[in-house]
Structures are given as C-alpha cells and as structure tokens.
C-alpha cells in the first residue's frame, strides 16, 4: 500500500546544529508539504513543492530549507536550530487534481535544547 | 490570504451525548473545499468530513455532519453519539483553487469525551 512516511519521530537536538527531517512517499504524489504544529495556532505551512526542482515558501519559512530531487523525497533542513523551532513537524502529499486533502505523514517531534 | 477561525480552544462532551465544533472561514473566492480533520493522541491526521463550497447539501458521514452556511462562512462540526475514541483535537481546514490548494488550518479544539 502507498504511504508517507516521517523519520526520526523524535529527535532531540541542540541549539545551533543543523537537523534534516526526513519525508519519503510512495504515493506518487507531485505536491507536497512540511508543516509545523504549535498549540493554539493549528498548522501552519513552511514549505511545499509542486514537483521536482520546485520549491516555496509557505508562511513561517525562516530558518528551514528544502529541496526536491526526486518525486518520493522531500527534506526538511533547519540551518541552525533554535529553541523557537521546538515543535511537531507534519509532511503532507496531493495529487493537487482533486479536492480530497492531504495525505499526511505522522510527525516528527522535534525539541531544541 | 485565506484564514481558519476555531474559537473554542477546548470542548468537553458526555459519552453518548452530542457536541458541535465551531468553525469560521474568510475566503473572496466562490468555489473551495472545506475540511475536519481528527488528530487523536497518536498524532495521526485523519479526515473526519468534507464539504464542497457549491454543494449545498451539508456532508454526513456516521455520526459526524457539518452544518455549512456559505453566506455566514461558517462550517461546524457536529458529532453525535459521542465516543470514548472521539476524544482528540480537531482541526477546520480551508482549501481555495487559487494558490496552489494549499490547505490553511484553524488553531483546533481539543475535544474530551467524559465517561
């Protein structure tokens, strides 16, 4: 069955290391997406790619970085982690032709030390 | 830009009772899509329900409904028959045909089921 996967799903890191989160989907999916999840502001968008060599910024995009080489992989780089950065990331996927959602990985906690 | 409205940061229900989650909306396109989506301690994103913008019709699936009211711009949740396994934050979730389909999240509500 097709599915998206997250690794690490914890990680503990240190302020200023560079840390890359891992999204590999299997859906065959041209869109997708990293969010984060903070309490009281929902999920709010920090990348997104719409195929190979694409990528966007999304609302809260300082500090992260990421790239698409392929259709499966899309990474996620924080530079120089901070404490600010503490939080749950979620990578998403569409096949952007239909009004269905996301399909979602199942997160990534992620807490700078 | 598109925003998500939940103005209920935490609800609690009885066991068998039901409860409506509010949602608000604000969007200048007509057509879009609407969503709920439950987030259970697992962490996982699981679709409740979901609406389209020019269906009138509200959408049911079980014991969840919506009651979407384009004009007002609201999309509430309601959950009858409240579950043990119901108890999990719920997101709304915005999604328009211009910018990409991007899906915009309201902050959530985070739902207890009491026994």
């Known amino acids: 069955d097709a599915e998206i996967t997250q690794s690490p799903r914890h990680k503990i890191t240190e302020t200023g290391r560079q840390v890359t989160l891992a999204c590999h989907q299997t859906?065959?999916?041209?869109?997708m997406f990293w969010y984060r999840q903070d309490l009281g502001h929902g999920l709010r968008l920090i990348h997104y790619s719409y195929g190979v060599h694409d990528t966007n910024k999304g609302e809260v995009s300082d500090g992260y970085s990421v790239s698409r080489s392929n259709t499966e992989d899309l990474p996620l780089t924080l530079e120089s982690a901070a404490s600010s950065q503490t939080s749950v990331y979620f990578c998403?996927?569409?096949?952007?032709?239909?009004?269905?959602?996301?399909?979602f990985g199942s997160g990534t906690r992620l807490t700078v030390v | 830009a598109q925003t998500v409205t939940q103005s209920q940061p935490e609800m609690s229900v009885q066991e068998a009772e039901t409860v409506t989650l509010s949602c608000t909306y604000d969007t200048s396109e007509n057509n879009y899509y609407l969503f709920w989506y439950k987030q259970p301690p697992s962490r996982q994103m699981i679709l409740v329900i979901r609406q389209e913008a020019y269906k009138q019709q509200n959408a049911t699936e079980n014991r969840f409904s919506v009651n979407f009211q384009k004009a007002a711009k609201s999309f509430s949740l309601k959950i009858s028959d409240s579950q043990l396994g119901d108890t999990a934050m719920y997101f709304c979730?915005?999604?328009?045909?211009?910018?990409?389909?991007?899906?915009?999240f309201g902050g959530g509500t985070r739902l207890m089921v009491k026994p």
């Open positions: 859906w065959n999916h041209n869109n």
């Open positions: 998403a996927s569409s096949d952007g032709g239909t009004a269905y959602g996301y399909t």
């Open positions: 979730a915005f999604q328009g045909n211009n910018a990409g389909n991007m899906l915009t």
